[in-house]
């Protein structure tokens, strides 16, 4: 700053010496002609109607530098040039001129002329610094509406145009809050020249008596420069800065407050009434920006808020199991209402009282507490159904014990509902420090409130269509095994009879003759064929090795029939091997049985692999074949619309389990299918 303002002297200093010289040479030059007779001059002097005898002209001309004088020196630089002037034009008028009271009189008319100049100079000359204050204040308001326009963050917003504020002001210590509606307070966005205690007192500050909240609270100025005290105001808030002056004006838009603006400095000094209207002005460009900012920021916020929402939507059409579910919405609707905590409570029906079964930042000791409908904040809002806001929680005479206990401080709960009913309640809140939750948050939670009623009833739905596959599952398994059974005992039994028969009509006494031998042989061959196909068909339906070696011998017998087809099957087993329970080997023995079908009538494939690795409370197998592939669905929903019954059978076999199954497949890479199921030892 020294520097620059040394700049600005030397600069002053030349501009000055430039113009006296300037002046200088007006006089010396308008003397010369006024004492020399130039012929240059006399085309001039007809024009005007003056005798070049007279030399009225050149007196008149002794005015330029005089006026110049005047705007660059002021009063007295245009006194000296005039009394310079009349000096030098005195000489010639009293002894050089043919007519001297003819030039005396000129020369009084050209003193009085000269005096008219200088008062008007005079009276211009207090207006001149008034315009360059003006222009420097417009110049000034016209930066800061710049700063307002360039940006829709707030932070950055505020902090470019406290330091513009300062700049133009010459103070040194600033900051700048915007106030937050919900909770009353005013939240400290930038600042300049404060020490680390003012800004922890600073950074969030109710809307009380302290300078900055009277100011935010009335949205009028307050004043404290040299020798000025408001009344109430002697220990303001300020002195720990050790500021001597402050000024502290509304950031105002519309006639609403939006934050305050401070300005001060450790130095004594008072704040005319211009200063006080331009930070006036200041304030209220200031506040047009963080209302803008913050229109922005809640935008942003709605279209978040929308996302997510969107969010929780896809995740309850792509899954249908709780547990997946519920964890993911309970972390949505926290995020959304930037809550540090939250739960879901679900109601049973059968007891008639709701558990916790998802905690999020909560002991999970909770998820053993049980209340009745209307108990707790969870119970009253699935009663009511309609949200409950509990901003002191340790003054709520509802209050459960175990979440007192948990630190709980301000909650929001909504109820969990599809149609007309409802399932439990979505609850988030504070462990940290009391909240206040606006109308806009818990619309949104009750938004997200009711996605997890969809989510729960679909789930619902689906787990009752799961057991009803269970059933018609074991129902169709059970008529398979009672026709392989049949097919086994008497269908065949009685081919093989029959087929015997034929043999010893063949090899009786009384020989036939050859043409009806040759019939019967004909006849015994299709009783042959028709034994294998009944024994083949038996095998399909219900396999006796499944029940009596287990799954993996049953795999290796599809292998081994499909390799009679010419595709190379191959078995490999990783693990210790063992036994689990029929229903496991069952579904296991079916998902690869499906699969290696799969691989015989569509993959066109050269071979195929089946691994089975046995974990300790798993099973994973893996069936895969280089076959020509196929666009595989990436959703299970999508194999119900593409029709691929097969498909959807071998993946509704693993989710009866607890297990998944996953397809991996394109056109012309072969296709993948990986199974992980839990299961449960029945022996080696």
């Not at 008028?93 to 008219?116: H, M």
């Not at 063949?506 to 042959?528: D, F, I």
């Not at 690795?613 to 959703?635: C, L, R, T, W, Y």
Request: glycine content about 8%; charged content about 25%; hydrophobic content about 40%.
């Amino acid at each position: 700053m020294k520097q620059s303002w040394s700049s600005t002297r030397c600069r002053r200093r030349a501009r000055t010496s430039r113009t006296l010289w300037i002046v200088v040479a007006l006089l010396v030059g308008i003397t010369a002609i006024h004492y020399v007779s130039s012929p240059q001059v006399q085309p001039l002097i007809p024009t005007i109607g003056v005798s070049p005898r007279r030399h009225a002209v050149e007196r008149i001309l002794f005015l330029v530098p005089v006026v110049a004088a005047s705007f660059a020196f002021g009063r007295a630089g245009g006194v000296a040039a005039l009394v310079v002037a009349e000096l030098v034009m005195l000489p010639r008028a009293i002894w050089l001129s043919a007519r001297p009271v003819d030039a005396l009189t000129e020369l009084v008319a050209v003193g009085l002329v000269g005096c008219l100049i200088l008062w008007l100079v005079e009276t211009e000359e207090p207006e001149r610094p008034r315009r360059r204050e003006a222009v420097a204040r417009m110049r000034s308001f016209n930066a800061m509406c710049s700063i307002v326009a360039q940006s829709l963050e707030l932070e950055e917003v505020l902090n470019r145009a406290l330091e513009k504020a300062l700049e133009v002001t010459d103070l040194d210590v600033g900051w700048m809050c915007s106030l937050d509606r919900q909770s009353g307070e005013l939240l400290l966005c930038a600042h300049r020249g404060l020490d680390d205690k003012t800004l922890g007192e600073l950074k969030r500050s109710p809307v009380g008596e302290e300078l900055c909240a009277r100011v935010a609270k009335s949205g009028e100025p307050i004043v404290l420069g040299k020798g000025q005290y408001a009344a109430g105001l002697e220990r303001p808030m300020v002195r720990p800065e050790g500021l001597r002056s402050v000024i502290i004006v509304p950031l105002t838009s519309k006639g609403k407050v939006q934050g305050v603006m401070s300005l001060g400095s450790r130095k004594r000094r008072e704040f005319p009434s211009a200063d006080l209207q331009l930070i006036t002005t200041f304030g209220k460009q200031i506040g047009v920006g963080v209302e803008n900012a913050q229109l922005h920021r809640d935008v942003e916020r709605q279209l978040d808020i929308q996302w997510r929402l969107n969010e929780v939507s896809e995740k309850i059409t792509s899954e249908l199991e709780l547990d997946r579910i519920l964890p993911t919405v309970l972390q949505i609707a926290e995020e959304l209402i930037e809550a540090d905590c939250g739960f879901i409570a679900l109601f049973d029906p059968s007891t008639k009282r709701l558990s916790y079964p998802y905690l999020h930042d909560l002991p999970q000791s909770l998820t053993d507490i049980t209340v009745s409908k209307g108990e707790g904040v969870a119970g009253e809002a699935m009663a009511a159904a309609k949200p409950v806001i509990i901003s002191d929680y340790t003054s709520y005479a509802n209050a459960v014990p175990a979440f007192l206990e948990a630190g709980l401080i301000s909650v929001v709960a909504v109820p969990i509902i599809s149609g007309n009913r409802s399932f439990g309640t979505l609850a988030v809140g504070s462990r940290r420090e009391p909240r206040q939750f606006s109308a806009a948050e818990v619309s949104t939670l009750a938004g997200v409130g009711r996605q997890a009623g969809i989510a729960i009833d679909n789930a619902r739905l689906y787990e009752n269509m799961r057991y009803y596959a269970r059933q018609i599952t074991r129902a169709q398994e059970d008529e398979r095994k009672r026709i392989a059974r049949e097919a086994h005992d008497e269908t065949a039994q009685i081919l093989v009879a029959l087929s015997r028969r034929l043999d010893a009509l063949m090899t009786s006494a009384e020989m036939p003759p050859q043409a009806l031998r040759r019939r019967l042989e004909g006849v015994r061959e299709l009783t042959t064929e028709a034994i294998q196909s009944v024994r083949r068909f038996s095998q399909d339906l219900r396999p006796p090795v499944l029940d009596d070696l287990g799954f993996v011998a049953a795999i290796r017998g599809l292998t081994r029939n499909l390799q009679e087809t010419g595709v190379a099957a191959g078995l490999r087993v990783s693990g210790s091997p063992y036994r689990v329970s029929p229903e496991e080997e069952l579904v296991l023995f079916r998902i690869a049985q499906e699969s290696l079908n799969n691989v015989r009538r569509h993959a066109d494939a050269s071979k195929a692999t089946v691994q089975v690795s046995f974990n300790h409370d798993s099973v994973h197998m893996v069936i895969e074949d280089d076959g020509q592939g196929f666009e595989a669905p990436s959703k299970f929903v999508d194999l119900v619309a593409s029709g691929r019954l097969g498909l959807i059978g071998m993946h509704e076999r693993a989710r009866i389990l607890g297990g998944t199954l996953r397809i991996e497949s394109e056109s012309g890479e072969g296709t993948r299918v990986v199974v992980d199921v839990p299961v449960h030892r029945r022996g080696v």
